[in-house]
């Protein structure tokens, strides 16, 4: 057990030093500080204004460990920095990161978690109920309406939705965003509800296939046998054997809800992380994607180690494989 | 490293429309071909047959999309009234461009309109326009029309680099396992902790903005699931008897892998297939919008809803029209992937039973 959990840390820790190892590639690598400066200052910067571009951001080392510069070079710096979570200052106005980060999860983290919330309730809901009627009608309707709700763009659903709800029928406030709890809750619902409308086909055709391969299952079985109704079925045997992998599932998104959603942030004009992101793409802040990028990953990383573990604390079987 | 930075963004050789046109006649091609060999192959031959007898108005749909892209990329120089224009006299046009030569206004009409739409000036061509024109004046069942191209070859150029790779990585890693499978194993894992979007906006901000650059970062993000799966697979493959009996009469791994291991494969690759193609064209919108995406893409047209559903009165018909042609699109995908993989796979991916 002992040596699992261990094995599973060191395991984690490697691959935090792999995407590390992957940005420095992508940032520094393949694109030289000199290219990030000359998207900043312009492509036809005399050099003087690129040298002093990349002294002021802190680019003005060499970039690989050398016979004189050991420690002093790009490459150990990005890796120290970034695991001591110094995420440096940003690279269009040197704002510092980290602290636009702390103020940019609040607003993020209040969109996307009544989102999910509210679209894994429902998904779920609406797939048992779905289920209850395999191969019937309903359930073939269920899901086609599904593979429709699936095959529309999310910018359409922000688009028209917006557009709609906001603008013509004047139900929500078009954008923006409030630090009192009570105006927010305004401001959020018409994202939350897209957001939910956007992903309902999507997950409601996973769930209710985890749904039906349960209900094909021999226990299921035994339990009509016994004479048990199909409401008590579906609640007390084949919804709580498809909690495993629905959670599975679920714990994996869990992570990306602090790095906020881009496209709803931008278009309701959330102050989050995705907006800071668009706004780091139209500056070509590239050291605030980096540090988003890590993030994103670390929290995924660290998220997937504790579940490992807590899995072989529930279920000594997943040890042996 | 620059180098091949510099390469990767060159927008020199890969914007242009040649090489476009290469890429979806080659993915073109490919279908063909698959098509050909399937038609050969008892097992395939009733697969297809039944994905299209549950789905002949999908098949039919797409069918019709598949031609328009055909038409767009068939180009060539001269001809036409080339004259007009210095510039467009040396540029390939295609049988879209020729078909729409000469439509462009010179800004808004509303679908079927006499008159420019903020400006009331008379049109050149009143009524020709079924659709309207855009804020070039560009016809917009024009642009539309060239959209199936764009999406043809977002979906095809990724698919091209993305499928080969996963699939090269996803049979070597589980056929010889150990060291080469902790190697592939560990690559997937690093690239699958990073959020998706969030890596692809990294990657084409390094890459620079071209259709290459764009599909090269599409590739990256969306072959590590596919390889996962791929792998999964091999490794039960490699378990079963006939890979022994195989070995036993001396084949080589080479050849194991080629003629016993990649046949069982195809299925998959097929599904993978549609279900990418359609998660490319939605993640090429969200692109879009974000003013990364593909030039002439759908999504860039749909994007550029954010001003004019803001203007007074609304231009709603671009919006609509790249909407529409998105959707049925995908719609078509999605069902023809679902029926394909109810018919090929019901076991692995087993979905809507």
Redesign the interface.
Known sequence: MLAYIVRRLAYGVLVVLGVLLFLFMLFFAITSPDDIARKSVGEKAPPRVIEQWKHVHGYDRPLWPGPDHMTDNLFVDHFRRMLTLDLGKSDADSVPIARRIREGAGPSLLLTVPMFALGLLLGIGVSLFVALFRESYIDRAGVLVSVLLMSIPMLLYIIFGQFLLSKVLRWFPLSGFDDDPVVVGRFLALPVLIAVASSLGSSVRFYRTVFVEEIYKDYVRTARAKGAGELHVLRDHVLRNALIPILTDVVMTIPFLFTGSLLLEAAFGIPGLGSMVVDAINANDFSTLRAMVFLGSLLFIVGQVLTDISYTIVDPRIRLE | ??K??VLLAAPGLFEQAAFGNAIVLGVLALAAVAGFYCAKNEIWRQALGEVFRRRKLSVLVLGIYVLLALADSISWVGGGEAGADAVQAHEARSLVDRWFEGTTEKSYSAPLGVAEFYDKTPLQRPRAHLLGTNILGQDVLYMTVKGARVALLIGGLTSLIAIPLALFFGLVAGYFGGRIDDIVF??M???A???G???L???I???GQSTFSVCMALGVTSWVSFCRLARGETMKLRELDYVAAARALGASHAAILWRHILPNLLHLVVISFVLLF?SL??AE??LS????GVRGSW?NM??Q??DE?SRDP?IWWN?TAA?VA??VL??CV??IG?ALRDVLDPRTL????
Do not use: H, Q, Y
Request: proline share 2%; net charge positive; aromatic share 6%.
């Open positions: 490293m620059t091949v930075a560990f690559v894992s690093t690239l902790s990073m959020p979007i969030l890596l906006i990294a990657l901000m390094v890459l359609s064209v939605l919108a969200t919008w974000l003013g990364i999504g749909i994007a809803a954010k559903l609304i919006v909407g998105v959707f995908l719609l999605n069902r679902d087993g979905e809507g039973r």
